[in-house]
Structure formats: structure tokens, C-alpha cells
T-cell receptor
Framework: AQSVTQLGSHVSVSEGALVLLRCNYSSSVPPYLFWYVQYPNQGLQLLLKYTSAATLVKGINGFEAEFKKSETSFHLTKPSAHMSDAAEYFCAVRTSGTYKYIFGTGTRLKVLA | KAGVTQTPRYLIKTRGQQVTLSCSPISGHRSVSWYQQTPGQGLQFLFEYFSETQRNKGNFPGRFSGRQFSNSRSEMNVSTLELGDSALYLC????????????FGPGTRLTVL
């Protein structure tokens, strides 16, 4: 069965520091992978999506993620954190041939001044 | 293009009552999925409708039901409400095709007293 694991339910970084949010997936076939961000009292907003066109995917707000098949990982990074990045981030997977999305449990990012 | 809309945004009900939530997808999208989000359980998949048919279903009791109309708008119904049903209910729409992307609405915050 497909699953998504996000390591660290809470991550704190200083403003200007590197942001690294971890996501590992289990899938027997090449998946579609997504990162979403959720601000308080809002729905989820798509940050970026991997569809096998390129292993390094660039998204909105300076975020990017790298697909590593050998590690079954799709970690989200941003070189320099901004206060406005404070939110909850969700990794999701959808295996080719299915129409069901599996979401991770989320990582709440806190940015310290 | 207008985004996914959900009505109402907030609801307060008492135990034993029933409730209906509505979701209008992005124009042209034929798939609507529903999720329940709570602090303890995270984002849990309820069901997905595609062209008026339920295509996927999560592990929720029969008190949770849904339907989709010919214009792709969807409703979700919860009967005999329990305190534990208090949550943010999110709707997401997509084309419903291989490799598509889900776009989320702002959610309906349901409080059961």
C-alpha cells in the first residue's frame, strides 16, 4: 500500500536559514508527488508537483524539491526562510494508475526572528 | 478562473443533528474529493466523486455520505453528528485524469456541541 512519511511534525528555523522539510514515500511504481502549504484557517495551496519530467522541481515562493528514486524521497527546500513561510506543509503521493491521493501527516514550520 | 468554493464556511451543530456541506469545483473539473482535517488525525480522505459516481472511498462510517451533480458540484452529508465530527472539511477538485493536480477550497469549519 502507498504511504507517505513526513519526518518531524514541527520544524523551527531562523529567518534567513535553510528550510528542509523531509518526505519519504512508498510506492511500487513511479509516483506523482506533491507539496502543499496550508496557512491558518485556509485550504491547501499547491507548492509544486513532480511528474517525472525533471528530478528537481521548482515551485512557488522560492521552494523546490528533489525526487530521489533510490532513497524514495521528495524533500522540500528553500535556501532562505522568510517569516511568511510559517505554515503547515503537506507531502502527498499519487501512484500512476490510481486516482487516490495519500497525504502525509504534515510538518508545521516555525520561522524565528 | 474561479477557484474551488465551499459553503458554508462555518457551521455549528449539536449532537444528533445532520449537516450538508457544499463544494463547487473549478470549471471543467470533473473530480471532487472530500477530506476531514483534525489536529489529532491530520488530513483523512473521505471519498472522491468523478462524473457523478463515487470512484474512491476512505474508511469512514456510513454516516458520512456524498453525491455529485451533473454540473460537478458536490455535497457531503453527515448524519447523527457526534462530537468527534468537529473538524475542518476540505473539498478538492481536479480534472480526474492521470497525473492531474488537486486544488483545494478554503474548507468548512464544523463545530459539534
Amino acid at each position: 500500500a502507498q504511504s507517505v512519511t513526513q519526518l518531524g511534525s514541527h520544524v523551527s528555523v531562523s529567518e534567513g536559514a535553510l528550510v528542509l522539510l523531509r518526505c519519504n514515500y512508498s510506492s511500487s511504481v513511479p509516483p506523482y508527488l506533491f507539496w502543499y502549504v496550508q496557512y491558518p484557517n485556509q485550504g491547501l495551496q499547491l507548492l509544486l508537483k513532480y511528474t517525472s519530467a525533471a528530478t528537481l522541481v521548482k515551485g512557488i515562493n522560492g521552494f523546490e524539491a528533489e525526487f530521489k528514486k533510490s532513497e524514495t524521497s521528495f524533500h522540500l527546500t528553500k535556501p532562505s526562510a522568510h517569516m511568511s513561510d510559517a505554515a503547515e506543509y503537506f507531502c502527498a503521493v499519487r501512484t500512476s494508475g490510481t486516482y487516490k491521493y495519500i497525504f502525509g501527516t504534515g510538518t508545521r514550520l516555525k520561522v524565528l526572528a | 478562473k474561479a477557484g474551488v468554493t465551499q459553503t458554508p464556511r462555518y457551521l455549528i451543530k449539536t449532537r444528533g443533528q445532520q449537516v450538508t456541506l457544499s463544494c463547487s469545483p473549478i470549471s471543467g473539473h470533473r473530480s471532487v474529493s472530500w477530506y476531514q482535517q483534525t489536529p489529532g488525525q491530520g488530513l483523512q480522505f473521505l471519498f472522491e466523486y468523478f462524473s457523478e459516481t463515487q470512484r474512491n472511498k476512505g474508511n469512514f462510517p456510513g454516516r458520512f455520505s456524498g453525491r455529485q451533480f451533473s454540473n460537478s458540484r458536490s455535497e457531503m452529508n453527515v448524519s447523527t453528528l457526534e462530537l468527534g465530527d468537529s473538524a475542518l472539511y476540505l473539498c478538492a477538485s481536479s480534472l480526474g485524469t492521470e497525473g492531474d493536480t488537486q486544488y483545494f477550497g478554503p474548507g468548512t469549519r464544523l463545530t459539534v456541541l
